[in-house]
Nanobody
Framework: QVQLVESGGGWVRPGGSLSLSCAASGRTFNSLGMAWFRQAPGKEREFVVGIKNGGGATYAADSVKGRFTVSRDNAKNTRYLQMTNLKTEDTAIYYC????????????????????WGQGTQVTVSS
């Protein structure tokens, strides 16, 4: 069983930066495909960025390309979502998700790909 715990959410002004963490237990992250999703109030859960097993290829939503990146610390079994140039529309609860399967790049964006989910962390971007 894999457990995921997110942290690092908070409030930031537009144009600011924030880094979220997703710590895994039960499996090493390199053996898992993983992704970040977000859900804003009154909206459906939205794919943000995904990374294939092994921590290699990534796939990002157009809305965050060039602003959000995924990094890793294998020693801590943790993945990070580094967010820069944040906009008010980035306000949402952010979730990390993982799968023990081996998704291809284009399926990383589907929530149904993942069987493990964290509890979410709130990110608020406002002035």
């Amino acid at each position: 069983q894999v457990q995921l715990v997110e942290s690092g959410g908070g409030w930031v002004r537009p144009g600011g930066s924030l880094s979220l963490s997703c710590a895994a237990s039960g499996r090493t992250f390199n053996s898992l495909g993983m992704a970040w999703f977000r859900q804003a109030p009154g909206k459906e859960r939205e794919f943000v960025v995904g990374i294939k097993n092994g921590g290699g290829a990534t796939y990002a939503a157009d809305s965050v390309k060039g602003r959000f990146t995924v990094s890793r610390d294998n020693a801590k079994n943790t993945r990070y979502l580094q967010m820069t140039n944040l906009k008010t529309e980035d306000t949402a609860i952010y979730y990390c998700a993982a799968t023990s399967g081996s998704p291809i790049l284009t399926t990383l964006r589907f929530a149904s790909t993942y069987e493990y989910w964290g509890q979410g962390t709130q990110v608020t971007v406002s002035s």
